[in-house]
């Protein structure tokens, strides 16, 4: 059979054009197809992205993880373990207190299942310094 044609399951041939072998290459590797990339794409809403989403995508904010995570040893805070899967909790509420984002202080090192505690106890909204220090400590 020539190159470009190949025989379905069910007896029938078809042909690949050079551009369709391309695309489909391209959509295996990882690189971005032309027919799936921004207004083409099915999930396109208009380009809306939300102010968290660009936050925590930015470098700045990548770089203060990393810097939490490299004070704290890459160590839970809470339950004293050495990497796995971490989390860098914001001590002030990170809607609450803009300003506090980005500063490394504002930061501690928390498990997923530590995290994951301290929220599902004292909730998504109004964290504090203090909530935290009752969680890490049990004092309060």
Sequence with gaps: MPKGIFKHKKGYKRTFTPTWRDNM?????GKPCPWNAGEKSARWKGGITTTN????????????????????????????????????????NFADFPELRLAIDNGITLSE??????HKK?????????????FLYGTG
């Design 113 to 118: 299942k530590a995290h994951k505690e301290f």
């Design 25 to 29: 290459s391209r959509s295996h590797t």
């Design 53 to 92: 989403v660009i936050i925590k995508t930015s470098p700045e904010y990548i770089a203060w993880r990393k810097s939490v995570f490299v004070r704290d040893s890459f160590t839970c805070q809470k339950y004293n373990t050495k990497g796995g899967k971490l989390c860098a909790h914001h001590i002030n």
């Design 122 to 134: 004292y909730g998504k909204k109004n964290n504090t310094k203090e909530q935290l220090e009752e």
